[in-house]
């Protein structure tokens, strides 16, 4: 089972600044398989890049994905005020895994 | 409009059995793999079990093996969740999931499932 670990556990960050979350595999995998998410409370989760670098119907080009291997970054260019939220990467397989979650709060 | 309304979540003794439906709409079920995905309280979010799209193939996360069941039934567009043997850390949100070779592209809003003596 491929394990993906997040990091950092929380970022603190101003609307108008950049976000760069990582998500790293504990052995390599495909990128096809590499989807990341946001989550707010209370909602549901809306899947936001698939495939590590394609976004997801309706998701703002401020979000975009890249990566390779064993190493995935999330980009928010510019945060907005409902950017804050939860981010989790997620490894598709035949038993897909969850890394533990990247919170972006408001610094 | 794609829909995915979870129920039958509620309050269960510890070892007891609940039931979790998802009624799909807006979209045609039976081409579509399923999921479950949890999230216990102030935890991440954790796959638990999927389904081909004609039920002859599931898979499960290893702490609810033996212990849940995946079902579905097409012509009802719906997906079930049995699950027996019920433990404290089984308390969680339960999300309905669709899953398209675009990502698990539609989600539920979830159904609370507590376990408590």
């Known amino acids: 089972e491929v394990v993906l670990t997040q990091s950092p556990g929380t970022l603190s960050l101003s609307p108008g600044e950049r976000a760069t979350l990582s998500c790293r595999a504990s052995?390599?995998?495909?990128?096809?398989?590499l989807d990341w998410y946001q989550h707010k409370p209370g909602q549901a989760p809306r899947l936001l890049i698939y495939?590590?670098?394609t976004r997801a119907t309706g998701i703002p080009d401020r979000f975009s994905g890249s990566g390779s291997g064993t190493d995935f970054t999330l980009t928010i260019s510019r945060l907005e005020p409902e950017d804050f939220a939860v981010y989790y990467c997620?490894?598709?397989?035949?038993?897909?895994?969850f890394g533990g979650g990247t919170k972006v709060e408001i610094k | 409009e794609v829909q995915l309304v979870e129920s039958g979540g509620g309050l269960v003794q510890p070892g007891g059995s609940l039931r979790l439906s998802c009624a799909a709409s807006?979209?045609?079920?039976?081409?579509?793999?399923m999921h479950w995905v949890r999230q216990a309280p102030g935890k991440g979010l954790v796959w638990v079990s999927r389904?081909?799209?004609?039920?002859?193939?599931?898979t499960y996360a290893d702490s609810v093996k033996g212990r849940f069941t995946i079902s579905r039934d097409n012509a009802k567009s719906a997906l079930y969740l049995q699950m027996n043997s019920l433990r404290v850390d089984d308390t969680a949100v339960y999300y309905c999931?669709?899953?398209?070779?675009?990502?698990?592209?539609?989600w539920g809003q979830g159904t609370l499932v507590t376990v408590s003596s």
């Open positions: 999931v669709r899953s398209a070779a675009i990502g698990n592209d539609y």
């Open positions: 807006g979209f045609t079920f039976s081409d579509y793999w």
């Open positions: 389904m081909n799209i004609d039920g002859t193939t599931t």
């Open positions: 052995q390599s995998v495909s990128s096809n398989s």
């Open positions: 495939g590590a670098s």
């Open positions: 997620q490894h598709y397989s035949i038993s897909p895994t």
